[in-house]
């Protein structure tokens, strides 16, 4: 983010457009909804600028630029022809610290003014930083689409009961849970269809019978998938944006926390290799706690919560506090990662099966299922396996399989910053670490990696 999005109330204020013709008109259109005193500065203008100081709804001084032109201006527009004037426009207004745009010319602006979806009192602003701002105007469009106009009035009506809600519920917490409670129900429905005193009516009658006494917290066991958000279930998002606490893993992506609530407590519980920010079972305890305090808990994990995640620990915790918890599927790693580097884990002139597994050593000891791994004709996704590689591989060929079985080795996939490693049982460990593979990593076994010369799709 280059730019910080913000809202500025511009009602009843000096706001200077420098410019007569069409481009003005519109800058000086969108200044008028916000309710702007706009003060025109040109030699001439085109009728409908004109038409609106002939109406004074605007007022108009009829000269050349000139740096006084901006005494007490809150905000400066320059939306002439002449680019010689729009520089001299900005440096003007740089000069006296006044907030100045200038039309076609990002370099020359302090602030950029977005494509706006106006729902007011809601309303959405989307910029594309000046780098292309048709493609704002399109996304724009899109969002037109799927955002009715009664959004509008369902704001307005908030707004009257904004009160009542803040004496009925001491925190900002329940509150934001009534709300988020309300904007999912009957109360929407009721504007949509036009029966806004229905809606008014509900909103009362569910006010007057809550129970504040009564609020419970919850837990969110969330999947977060193996690291592209664009692989997140709708349910997951939903959640991730309504959570007050997001306990995380040090396998979710950037991309994903990025999603998270913004004003949501972090809380990080991640664990490396010989390295436990907190053991699971103070994990546990801690979601447990957290949710009989009333807040809402999202556990966001890395991948799916029930594969190699400890999901079913941490549920076992709030099942014996009588807490109540929701679980969301996450796209495990192995099967995300193996498709993002073009490696089908089952393919009919290959494999017929896969294996999950862990390759997880402890205590420098290997003790894995040598007997199911040998099995032919399937593929095998070790996770955690990166430390222990060499050894593993080691074994495979010392218990009897072809030191040519071919191996990949997938740092961060799905994500921009993946790296694939293909090689043998023979020669993968060497290659690997020629790489400096870090972890996330996830490992592939079987005749299947010979498919990602063909296959491989992504390249970030």
């Not at 009542?164 to 519920?169: P, S, T």
């Not at 950037?254 to 390295?275: H, S, T």
Request: hydrophobic share 45%.
């Amino acid at each position: 983010m280059q730019s910080l999005p913000i809202f500025f109330n511009i009602k009843n204020r000096r706001c200077v457009v420098i410019g007569g013709g069409d481009v003005a008109m519109r800058k000086t259109s969108m200044l008028l909804k916000a309710h702007a005193d706009v003060m025109l500065v040109a030699p001439a203008l085109c009728h409908a600028l004109q038409a609106l100081v002939d109406q004074k709804t605007i007022r108009h001084t009829e000269a050349d630029f000139d740096p006084l032109h901006l005494a007490e201006a809150c905000l400066v527009i320059a939306a002439t022809d002449n680019g010689a004037v729009n520089a001299a426009v900005s440096v003007a207004a740089k000069a006296e610290g006044i907030p100045v745009n200038v039309v076609d010319a990002p370099a020359l602006c302090t602030f950029t003014m977005g494509s706006i979806i106006d729902r007011s009192p809601i309303v959405i602003a989307v910029s594309s930083e000046g780098n292309a701002p048709v493609l704002a105007r399109y996304i724009r469009t899109k969002i037109e689409t799927m955002l009715p106009s009664a959004y509008g009035r369902i704001a307005t009506i908030a707004g009257e009961f904004r009160d009542k809600v803040k004496a009925k519920f001491d925190t900002i917490q329940s509150r934001r849970i009534f709300w988020e409670g309300m904007l999912q129900g009957p109360l929407v429905e009721k504007v949509l269809s036009g029966q806004e005193q229905a809606a008014k009516s509900y909103l009362q009658k569910v006010l007057d019978e809550t129970d504040v006494k009564a609020d419970k917290g919850e837990v969110y066991l969330v999947g977060g998938g193996p690291g592209d958000p664009d692989l997140l279930t709708f349910r997951a998002l939903r959640l991730m944006q309504q959570c007050d606490v997001c306990v995380y893993d040090k396998l979710v992506s950037p991309e994903v926390m990025e999603l998270v609530r913004r004003d949501a407590e972090l809380i990080y519980v991640g664990k490396a290799r010989d390295q436990h920010t907190m053991p699971q079972e103070d994990i546990n305890k801690l979601l447990a706690r957290l949710a009989l305090e009333g807040k809402r808990v999202l556990r966001l994990k890395g991948g799916d919560p029930f594969i190699f995640g400890r999901g079913g620990e941490e549920i076992e915790t709030l099942m014996a506090h009588d807490v109540p918890f929701q679980v969301v599927p996450g796209i495990t790693a192995a099967n995300g990662v193996s498709t993002y580097a073009g490696i089908p884990l089952t393919h009919r002139d290959y494999a017929q099966a896969c294996l999950f597994m862990t390759g997880h050593l402890k205590d420098g000891s290997i003790d894995l299922d040598w007997e199911a791994i040998m099995r032919p004709n399937q593929t095998v996704v070790m996770y955690m396996a990166l430390v222990g590689l060499p050894k593993i591989c080691e074994q495979l060929i010392t218990k009897g399989i072809s030191a040519s079985m071919p191996i990949a080795v997938i740092q961060q996939g799905t994500t921009r910053r993946q790296r694939v490693v293909t090689g043998t049982l023979s020669d993968i460990a060497e290659k690997v670490a020629l790489a400096e593979m870090r972890a996330p990593s996830l490992t592939i076994i079987g005749e299947v990696v010979l498919l990602r010369e063909k296959l491989n799709w992504f390249n970030p």
